[in-house]
């Protein structure tokens, strides 16, 4: 099972949290670094992931209003893909 984890303290913008996504789930060259092809990715996986977001807050701080996209994104696509799921610390 593939794991990423998401560290509020540690990102410094989203395209951190997508080359996290690629490198993991080893997206193709063609994955539009956007959150609709993240939504896209997370929802069509066939194995399972686990996707540990910690200090979520911090997260949220420092990418404003793109980072609480990427959280209720996190929470859409556990909801939706049996096969993602969501640990928040």
Known sequence: MAEIVLDGLDLQSLE???DRF??????P??????????F???T???E???V?????????DRLG?????????LRRAAEENPRVTLLRK
Do not use: M, S
């Open 16 to 18: 951190e949290v997508h």
């Open 22 to 27: 690629a490198r993991v789930l080893d997206l």
């Open 29 to 38: 060259e063609w994955y539009g670094r956007n959150l609709d092809a993240l």
């Open 40 to 42: 896209d990715c997370l």
């Open 44 to 46: 069509d996986l066939g």
């Open 48 to 50: 399972p992931v686990t």
């Open 52 to 60: 540990r977001l910690l200090h979520q807050e911090a997260l949220e």
């Open 65 to 73: 209003p793109r980072g609480r996209a990427l959280v209720r994104l």
